[in-house]
C-alpha cells in the first residue's frame, strides 16, 4: 500500500468515525515507516478538517463530530508514542474550561479537540470550574489564550470575574479571552473586555488559528 494511501486511509477513518479502522490505518503508517507526525496532520488532522466543514455545513453535528474524535483519538493512541518528545514545544498554550456553577461540557470538548487538531497544546480544567483556576493556571504554563463557556445565563457573570482577575494580576494584556456558549453576545463579551467570542467550535477555532498567523505575520515583518 501506497503512502498517500495509507493516509487518506487515516483520513477517511475519522470522517467515517471508523475507531479500529483508525487503529489500523496508524499501525500501517508505523509499518511503512511514515513519520508519525506526518501521519498525523495529514492523515487524522486532514479529516479531522473535513469533519469540521461537514460540520459548518450542517451535514454533521455534534454527536458525529465526537464519534470522529474518537476515532482521531483512537489512531493519535498509536502514533503519539512514535513522536519526538520535542514535536509540538512551540505551540501556543490553551486554558479552557466551563465556568463554576455550569456542569454543561459537549461544546466546550468539541472547541477541545478542534484546538488540538489544529496544532495548539490545551490545558481542559473540565466543567464547573473554580474561578480563579483560570489565571492560576494560565500563569502556571504561561498561556496566552483563555477560552471560557457556560450554557446557563446564571453562571456567564463568572466570566467577567475571571477577566478581572486576569487583569489583578497584571497579565491581561498578554492573555487573549475568548469565551462562548448559549446566552453569551458579542455584546457580553465586549462589556466584559473579552477579545473574542465564538458562536461555535468552528468559529473559535478559526478566530484563534486567524489570530496566531496574524501575530505571526507581525512579527516577521
Known sequence: MSKQNILDNLANAVVEMD??????????????????YEAI????????????????EQEYFIPEVLLCSDAM???LDILKPCLPQN?????????IGVV???????????????????????YDLGRNVPLQAFADKAEEVGATIVAMATLMSTTME?????VADLEKRGIRDKVTVIIGGGPISPAFANEIRADLYASDANVAVRQLKNRREAEGNRQAG
Do not use: S, W
Not at 87 to 95: G, I, P
Not at 158 to 162: A, I, L, S, Y
Open 19 to 36: 475507531e479500529d479502522g483508525a487503529q489500523e490505518a496508524a499501525k500501517a503508517a508505523i509499518a511503512a515507516g511514515i513519520d508519525a
Open 41 to 56: 496532520t495529514a492523515g487524522l488532522v486532514k479529516g479531522m478538517g473535513i469533519v469540521g466543514e461537514k460540520y459548518e
Open 73 to 75: 483519538i483512537a489512531g
Open 87 to 95: 514535536y509540538n514545544q512551540d505551540a501556543e498554550k490553551v486554558v
Open 100 to 122: 463554576e456553577g455550569d456542569t454543561h461540557d459537549i461544546g466546550k470538548n468539541l472547541v477541545k479537540i478542534m484546538l488540538e487538531t489544529a496544532g495548539f497544546e490545551v
Open 158 to 162: 463568572g466570566m467577567r470575574t475571571v
